[in-house]
């Protein structure tokens, strides 16, 4: 069974940075195209960035410019690096993992990211 699990979020003064991670358990599988979300409290989860197998990436206008995606294959980890941190940032943040060749899609628990001002 497919785990994906986040790591890295907390609570941060603006301006600040952060790092988080994305694990993929459970199996050897073959991942496409990993997400990041995040929901702020009375939000819609909104899609934050997006890479795909060949390394081509999205970013939302919202965060250009301030964050980062990454993976590496060989530990099946993404990464987002939030640098530059703003209030409005403040959300839970999740990972989303695509299987190839599938519609499956795997998501993880979600972690808090608290920005204060």
């Known amino acids: 069974q497919v785990h994906v699990v986040e790591s890295g979020g907390g609570l941060v003064q603006a301006g600040g940075s952060l790092r988080l991670s994305c694990g993929v358990s459970?199996?050897?599988?073959?991942?496409?195209?990993m997400h990041w979300y995040r929901q702020a409290p009375g939000k819609e989860r909104e899609v934050v960035a997006v890479?795909?197998?060949?390394?081509?990436?999205y970013i939302a206008d919202t965060v250009k410019g301030r964050f980062t995606i990454s993976r590496d294959n060989a530990k099946d980890m993404g990464y987002l690096q939030m640098n530059n941190l703003k209030p409005e940032d403040t959300a839970v943040y999740y990972c989303?993992?695509?299987?190839?060749?599938?519609?499956?899609?795997?998501w993880g628990q979600g972690t808090q990211v608290t920005v204060s001002s």
């Open positions: 989303n993992v695509g299987r190839c060749g599938t519609e499956l899609d795997y």
């Open positions: 459970g199996g050897t599988i073959c991942i496409s195209a």
């Open positions: 890479i795909d197998s060949g390394g081509s990436t």
